[in-house]
């Protein structure tokens, strides 16, 4: 899935984003906020991240990088929840 605005790209995580996860994780100014987020995280959690959202069923749940265009650097994350119910829930996460 790929979604384009002016300025950023929202779309599916790739092996490439581990970089850009784990530096942006491993600010702790971003790290005090993220309650399910380990603290150093390492190349290992990006890497299990991000396998983890390839396995999901996107009729229950989207996970989604947020790309910077200007950069083609991952400065965050998005997710979509109980997509086909009444009621849904969306949450995001920024690491700029």
């Given at each position: ?84 119910k009444k009621e849904g829930t969306c949450r995001w996460w920024?690491?700029?």
């Open positions: 899935m790929k979604i384009e605005s002016k300025r950023l790209i929202l779309r599916n995580w790739e092996d490439g984003d581990v970089e850009d996860i784990v530096d942006g994780l491993n600010n702790i100014e971003v790290a005090k906020w993220m309650a399910a987020i380990p603290y150093p995280y390492t190349e290992n959690d990006a890497k299990q991240f991000i396998e983890h959202t390839k396995g999901q069923d996107e009729n229950v749940k989207i996970s989604l990088a947020i790309v910077l265009k200007a950069s083609n650097k991952v400065i965050g994350g998005t997710e979509i929840r109980n997509i086909n920024n690491m700029a």
